[in-house]
């Protein structure tokens, strides 16, 4: 009976300590946020993935009441602002907005990163997909993809293309072009699309793949010739130019996703209470109107859901990379 009363007083005292706790955290969430929010950004100011940050981070500035601001950490393909959150106090006032490889595609090709993609986060929504353009110099010869080919396969090793990094997306695209066409390309990596698209349409590169949001502005000011996009359908936000599939190279859909994520271990009614404000912002005509303007198409999840999502998406990024070779020292 003893042993019996004591382990009864044990649940209880646990449980009045996890109602507490609860109710502390429940509590916290209520009041947050209480002083500016920073929301990390492993890309360059002008790349995809902080144009959208800046959208969202405008709309819950003005939902929430408090600053969140964008702090742009580039390098290692994402990874290098992908470390930093994971490392932040698990507190909510340090948010991580990631692309597809500081997630799923880095940890295939970079020996070490300083961070766990699922260990190390606590998920809270998806916001965006992204189709990706194949474009070159206005000034080029090449006017379309059967150009890029039959130039790529005269002069094999010769042509050129610029990545926004080693293990982006905008890499791996091109790896699985050349793949399946069996051309040869130089790859020279960048730190963010600014760059890549400065050389490019200076002409010191031949080629690249990156996001419509970031190329068309390009594009419609006659810097940049757009010769297919990476996804089964056309664009919505340009849907004059062709996809790979329809040119000849079956099956071809690649694009990249932007998600919304915490350090692990941020309290839960935080992480929900976040959740809900990004869903909400993304169910807004307004902000839908801003991002499909950019080239970006909504996405929405609830953070179970993104979790899956990475795993997923971690499984079909590490088989691409295995395939194709890819390994960065």
């Known amino acids: 009976m003893k042993t019996w009363n004591k382990a009864l007083s044990v649940l209880v005292a646990l449980t009045a300590w996890g109602s507490t706790h609860f109710a502390q955290a429940q509590d916290l969430a209520n009041d947050y946020p209480s002083k500016p929010v920073t929301m990390i950004v492993g890309f360059p100011p002008g790349t995809a993935t902080d144009s959208v940050g800046r959208v969202l981070a405008e709309r819950l500035t003005q939902r929430l009441g408090k600053a969140f601001i964008i702090d742009n950490k580039p390098g290692q393909g994402g990874s290098i602002g992908a470390a930093a959150a994971a490392k932040a106090a698990p507190d909510g006032y340090t948010l991580f907005l990631s692309a597809t490889a500081p997630l799923a595609i880095n940890m295939h090709v970079y020996p070490k990163l300083g961070y766990d993609s699922l260990r190390d986060f606590a998920p809270i929504g998806l916001t965006s997909w992204l189709p990706f353009a194949l474009v ?13 080919l039959a130039r790529a396969k005269a002069q094999p090793g010769e042509m050129s293309y610029a990545s926004i990094g080693n293990g982006t997306s905008s890499h791996l695209m091109m790896t699985l072009l050349m793949q399946r066409t069996g ?147």
Not at 136 to 144: G, P, R
Not at 201 to 225: A, C, E, N, R, Y
Not at 235 to 246: D, F, G, M, R, W
Not at 276 to 299: C, F, H, V, W, Y
């Open 183 to 329: 051309i040869e390309l130089i790859h020279i990596p960048y730190k963010g699309s600014t760059q890549a698209q400065t050389d490019l349409i200076g002409g010191q590169v031949d080629s690249t793949f990156d996001t419509l949001l970031t190329v068309m502005p390009h594009v419609k000011s006659g810097k940049l010739k757009a010769l297919a996009v990476s996804t089964m359908k056309r664009s919505k936000y340009a849907p004059e130019i062709p996809t790979l599939n329809e040119l000849g190279i079956t099956g071809f859909d690649a694009s990249a996703w932007l998600g919304l994520l915490a350090p692990a271990g941020t309290p839960k009614p935080i992480i929900d209470k976040l959740n809900r404000e990004l869903n909400a912002i993304l169910d807004e005509p307004k902000t839908q109107s801003r991002l499909l303007a950019m080239g970006s198409e909504l996405l929405k999840s609830t953070p179970d859901e993104f979790t899956a999502h990475i795993k997923s998406e971690q499984e079909k990024w590490g088989k691409v990379v295995r395939d194709a070779g890819v390994k960065i020292d």
């Open 136 to 148: 070159v110099n206005s000034h080029s010869k090449i006017n379309t993809f059967q150009d890029f």
